[in-house]
């Protein structure tokens, strides 16, 4: 072949190989893929999340997140995390691969018995597509998987195998859509799906429903009602599953969101109804939605309540009916069956009670409103006598038991949702007629009755009631502890140990509330219901959390005795804090970052100043101080070995200085002023210095004293009110140069820069002539400027930021504020409406990120500025104490704003 020819032949494969590129590029790749075109039709359930950090954040607030990390799939999906991590020689590998994609994870009945997942992620870029790669090499390499390939239909799918054990994955990449599942058959539908043409895909139905548009979505649920009762079959006895698809024949499919909020997890969304005959939609369509009026008949021991809203019950019924006994009674009773329907409505439910074992089989009752139970009880009667019924009865409290004897009576009153009580038994409650299988389960509700022991007379079943939606035409309402039995009854044996090894998690949401509200103009194509899913945790503990606001940018937690003190911020990691308060029972509670009480313990009386985190035996804590004892919490809310520490009966604390942090692993001192100028220091063993028992002062102090190491030196400054200032050591004496005179009163600390030595150490002051006053350790004074003018009723103070790295100096005089930096300039200048001295807060997270807090504690307002002094959110901040806490998070670029407003603790999140 000549040289030209091949070169020709070169250049016409290459060309051939652009164009090819270029018509992918142009046709194939610039058409976006639909995730939910590659999740096959057999779905049942399709989950789909797109910021992975905030959900994980939800359901630590919700506290589900321990629960989940300790059932079995979730211990193994941690360990094959941490796999990924040693492999790939990182950290949180695989939290950073979800990051805040648009995951879906669809679930599958592959056989009679079992369900599979199909896990569905984008690959977004050529450094993940290269993670995935070395991910499966390294596999690949490691003698304890086998890593193989093989063709589907001209796709190439790789399994990966964990030798010995059989269990392993199989995935493929669809143009940058990673596909995994553990069962081969799912994988294999999508690549049929993908080579077949177009079909609708699962949500084709919801095509404009794009709920993660909203605020706080953690996720979104897509429910094939078609197909539950299939997916259910795997968990419950066959004999269940026909009374399972009967209820949900009421929609076809539907979507919802997700919300993890405080104590709640929330699905809202819509269903689409069933169209197919003798459907319970079918059924019910047109009938008004009602309200639950009964719960004053329902007893605290129900488990599982099906509730249905009718006009009249005639819809139920249907065209067919069972038969009564002989053909020559039904002729005669018919009139008075059709009488007794005829007087019922509105209202018709299912009841399960409680049980003591799951060997014994349920109690289950029908309940039926009816306006005029008098003419029911009356009919009754006449039905008892014309099927020869005994008339003898049984009495429980105010209530009449009696048989019915007319097999299967709900059902043929009802509807054949009703059927299976063989030999009822009836009483009138109230206005509901209530049908019992024997007399033994109708008695214990009735004694449940008359004893009060109902929903209505409940406070935590109310408030669940009140939460849940006003008007509905379906609820099914479960109790899981009281359903335990039941459930465990129900359930196919394979699947029981399962549900005994996650008990808790079970029972971690006892309350559950599933509702259907039809459109108000059902008539019409396209009217869907709408739906919620409420998974209620009661309030207990101390507080209760909730969303803040309708705009949900934070948390409340709302506790039941209001707050006393101002949050204390705790840091936790690099980012996050939590959160120290007390209430008014002087109970002092500490809040994670994830807003919850992780624990709470009661004090002798309220805090006094700030808490100061410290290392003591070594573990870090918190040392507090009350007015009669001196705290050390460990991170657990435990005291440390000899704490509390009890001050002398004639001691009243009034603040707490603590030695600075060293490396040397000393154990910090404890400085407590103790009022009228005098101070007492002690060790964390409950020694005391004999100087200082203790150290007397002529005059108040005008601040806290500060404790400075400098070098080897404990100094310890005492700024009083008459303008004095002395630096002692740990023998009380005072270092030479001291006192020194700042030359005017103090109404204010100081703050301090600790330098090698003595002279090298300054601290600056501003007293009340408006003068800043820096002066070092040697008592030299190193320099004088005045910050402002000055009158008699003028009070300056100087504020440090959160670091004790900068300042900021207020004057107050009367109404008016005006804040200050170092130099003189004017920062702010505000007129109040007190003339109470206002709380100053300066926080300096970096050069563009300067924030001032002026609380007014009259009116409860915080006003929050810029450093352009722009108030920030155009309002003050409701705030109940006198100071605030305010982090920033550098990593998402938002601020977590903490107040305390009489019960609550809020935290707002915001970007400003």
Partial sequence: MSKKLLAFLTALLLLAALASYVYYRRT????????????????????????????????????????????????????????????????????RFLGRKNVLMSMHVTQPNQFDLLLQVPILSVREYRLVRSLTDALARDAHFQVTTRDYEGTVLTQINETGTGRGVTFFNYRNHLLVSTSPALVEAVVRRVAGPAQPTVAAEFQSTEFFRLRDVDATLLVNYRRLPQLLGVFFRRELVPDIGAVTSLARNGQLEMKLVGNKMVF??????????????????????????????LSLRTALLVHLSVGRVEALRGPRRPPAAPDTVAVGINPLLDSLAAGLGQEVAMCYLTQSSARVSPVRLALAWCPQPARQALLLGQLRRAVGASPAFERVGPYQLYTTGV???????????????RQPVVAVVGNYLVFGEDAAGLRQLLTDVAAGEVWARSPTQV??????????????????????????????????????????????????????????????????????????HPAVGPAVAQTQGANGTGAVLTFKTPLSSAPMLVPVGATRSGVLVQDAAQVLHYVTPENAVAWSDSLPGPLIGSMQRRTVAGQPGYLLATAGQLHWLNVSGRSAPNFPLNLPDSVQATALSVSPASNDKTPPRLLVTGGGGNLFLYDTNGNAYPGWQPRRFDFNLAAPPLYLTVGNRDVIVVLLEN???????????????????????LQSTALAETGATLGRTRLTVVNQHGERITFS???????????????????????????????????????????????????????????????TQFFDFDAARRYYVVTETGPRQAYIYNQQSQLLGGQPFESS????????DASNKIYHLYRTVDTELRRTDVKW
């Avoid at 969304?269 to 005959?277: H, K, L, Q, S, W």
Wanted: net charge positive; aromatic share 8%; proline share 6%.
């Fill in 723 to 745: 303008g004095y200032v002395y630096a002692c050591d740990l023998q009380g004496g005072v270092y030479p140069g001291f006192p020194i005179s700042v030359g005017a009163r």
């Fill in 268 to 297: 809202k969304g819509f269903a689409n109804p069933e169209t197919a005959a003798g459907s319970l939609h079918e059924q019910l369509r047109g009938q008004p939605a009602q309200r639950l009026r009964m719960a004053d008949v």
């Fill in 28 to 95: 194939i790749a610039a058409v976006p893929v639909d995730p939910w075109a590659l999740v096959p039709d057999d779905a049942v359930l399709v989950t789909a999340t797109r910021d992975h950090p905030m959900l994980v954040r939800h359901l630590k607030e919700t506290q589900l997140w321990d629960n989940l990390l300790a059932v079995r799939y979730f211990e193994a999906l941690q360990d094959n995390v941490a796999l990924v991590d040693s492999l790939t020689g990182g950290r949180k590998v695989v939290e």
């Fill in 463 to 536: 408030a669940f009631l009140q939460e849940a939606q006003p008007l509905a035409r379906l609820r099914v309402i479960v109790d899981t502890r009281n359903a335990w039995n039941l459930l465990l009854r129900g359930l196919v044996e394979e699947r029981r140990a399962g549900l005994l090894r996650n008990e808790v998690l079970f029972k971690r949401f006892p309350q559950i509330a599933l509702q259907f509200v039809p459109a108000s103009n059902e008539v019409e194509t396209g009217a869907q219901y709408f739906t919620e899913l409420i998974l209620r």
């Fill in 881 to 888: 104490a006198p100071t605030i806490g305010l982090e920033y």
């Fill in 407 to 421: 097999p299967e009576l709900p059902a043929q009153l009802l509807g054949p949702l009703f059927a299976g009580f």
């Fill in 777 to 839: 350790l040697a008592g030299e004074v190193l320099s004088r400027a005045r910050v402002a003018t000055w009158s008699r009723t003028s009070v300056f103070r100087l504020v440090p930021d959160q670091r004790q790295r900068g300042y900021v100096v207020s004057r107050e005089e009367g109404g008016q504020y005006d804040l200050f930096d170092p130099t003189g300039r004017r920062l702010l200048s505000r007129k109040f409406l007190t003339s109470a001295p206002k709380s």
